[in-house]
């Protein structure tokens, strides 16, 4: 085998297979076989030899018109061209047997007793038996192609019709599993984190009743707030999870924009600065949800790592993008037991952003701090 046979069959161009050629290109062929057949005959021969080929034009809307219309030409001049394409065309579009069988048996009959009759189309002779023969093959054959090329298209259409069943089940099948997939998460997160939390806002309200010190009562409270509207949110994701009833595009919260940036600095208890100018411009719900993420996980992070650090907030514009950049200094101290991460809020930060057709960028500073940045395209609404 060489490597000739491996490539692919090529294709035939567009134009070879148009439908306008294919409706075409019979009336032309039957056309010449009507002039070789009828060139010395009478005038009103030729005409209705070349009224045969002509009607093959209509073959598809009015077949059994059209094979009745070829006959005459077929029984005075013996075409063959015109009432084969017709007979053909008759099983394609009507392949009903009581259609197909008449059809075919008239070609067949006008063949075999063509225009002018002869004493020998009666006689019992070998000759004659053997033009029966023919006059019934020239009638049988493009009729068994015609129901054959009417069987393959409808095969077709069945295995097409198939293939989009089998996409739509393996459709159904993986929204099933991940509808299973998000209850048990959904069960999960109910379990465990929403009793954690739970626990958490009870002990920071205790706290912050018994409690005689004024800031360890402000910062209980603060505590219990944080607990409180974590059980909000998630006890929101929680029933997107679990699907009930909610609109494939309901929001999970209320979901935060650029104007809660302050409270959230504020709440985060470090030593941070901020300069927030993000413009008198409408910015897209989606590109104030990621700039609010984005302040957030990195005010999450520095808690985490360097909390004693100074921190510095910036949200600006610069044309059409709204740029967010969030800078913390060197710590004076290493924290001894940092909180536990898996490193994959930047990694979702980061797909957010390219989401939005935008960058982030994060990583250490020279001088032992931190920074992370992102650059978001946006349109007004």
């Known amino acids: 085998m060489t490597s000739a046979d491996l490539a692919p069959a090529r294709r035939l161009p567009a134009w070879a297979t148009a439908p306008w050629l294919m409706l075409l290109l019979p009336a032309l062929y039957s056309l010449v076989d009507a002039a070789l057949v009828a060139r010395d005959a009478p005038w009103w021969q030729v005409l209705l030899s070349a009224t045969a080929a002509v009607v093959l034009l209509w073959r598809r809307r009015f077949p059994v018109t059209v094979l009745l219309l070829t006959m005459p030409g077929s029984y005075i001049d013996d075409i063959w061209l015109a009432p084969i394409t017709a007979v053909y065309t008759v099983a394609a579009e009507r392949p009903a047997p009581r259609v197909v069988v008449p059809c075919a048996t008239l070609f067949a009959l006008v063949e075999f007793f063509h225009w002018p009759l002869s004493d020998q189309s009666f006689e019992p002779s070998r000759d004659t038996a053997l033009y029966a023969i023919q006059s019934v093959m020239l009638a049988a054959g ?25 996409e739509r089940e393996s459709r159904l099948l993986a929204e099933r599993v991940l509808i299973s997939e998000r209850g048990r998460l959904a069960r999960e997160m109910h379990d465990v984190v929403s009793h954690q939390v739970s626990l958490i806002s009870i002990q920071a309200g205790a706290l912050q009743v018994s409690t005689a010190d004024p800031a360890a009562a402000t910062t209980a409270r603060t505590i219990r707030e944080l607990s409180v509207r974590t059980l909000d949110e998630l006890r929101q994701m929680v029933g997107v999870l679990r699907g009930a009833g909610l609109r494939p595009d309901a929001p999970l919260a209320p979901q935060p924009r650029l104007a809660d940036l302050p409270r959230l600095i504020e709440e985060s208890g470090l030593a941070a600065d901020s300069e927030l100018a993000p413009g008198d411009r409408p910015w897209p719900e989606a590109v104030e949800r990621a700039a609010y993420r984005t302040v957030q996980e990195a005010l999450t992070n520095i808690t985490k790592y360097a909390p004693d650090a100074t921190v510095h907030v910036r949200v600006g514009t610069s044309g059409r993008r709204l740029q967010v950049e969030v800078h913390n200094d060197a710590p004076p101290t290493v924290p001894g037991e940092p909180l536990p991460g898996g490193g994959h809020g930047l990694v979702g930060l980061r797909e957010r952003a390219q989401l939005l057709g935008g960058t982030l960028a994060a990583g250490p500073t020279p001088e032992g701090g931190f920074t992370v940045r992102a650059d978001l395209p946006a349109t007004r609404d």
């Open 142 to 166: 493009p009729a068994a192609t015609g129901l054959l090329s009417r069987t393959r298209r409808e095969l077709a259409a069945r295995l097409d019709e198939l293939t989009r069943g089998q």
